[in-house]
């Protein structure tokens, strides 16, 4: 059973910097990747960034380009998103998914088959 376990929501000020991480557990997840994704309240939710496990290679959403970048450490099994230049506008519940398949990235929430329960990050103004 693949469970993903993240952590690092906190409440911040704007321009600054979080770390968030994801432990995924419950399988190899070779051939696999992981994303982010993010919601806020009446909203549908929206994909952040993702990661190809095996060989590494990241898509990012246009919105978060140049400020938050997604990686993963093979031997601790985790995914991480580091988030510089926090924006008010980037707070939301942020999700870790996981998907079979690396041959093109998925952006798309049903794409996805294992989620997290996610974690709050608020960015104040």
């Known amino acids: 059973q693949v469970q993903l376990v993240e952590s690092g929501g906190r409440l911040v000020q704007a321009g600054g910097s979080l770390r968030l991480s994801c432990a995924a557990s419950?399988?190899?997840?070779?051939?696999?990747?992981l994303a982010w994704f993010r919601q806020t309240p009446g909203k549908e939710r929206e994909f952040v960034a993702s990661?190809?496990?095996?060989?590494?290679?990241?898509y990012s959403a246009d919105s978060v380009k140049g400020r938050f970048t997604i990686s993963r450490d093979n031997a601790a099994n985790t995914v991480y998103l580091q988030m510089n230049s926090l924006k008010p506008e980037d707070t939301a519940v942020y999700y870790c998914?996981?998907?079979?398949?690396?041959?093109?990235?998925?952006?798309?929430?049903?794409?996805?088959?294992?989620w997290g329960q996610g974690t709050q990050v608020t960015v104040s103004s």
């Open positions: 419950g399988r190899t997840f070779s051939g696999y990747q």
């Open positions: 998914a996981a998907a079979f398949g690396g041959r093109y990235y998925y952006t798309v929430q049903s794409q996805y088959t294992y």
């Open positions: 990661i190809i496990w095996s060989g590494g290679s990241t």
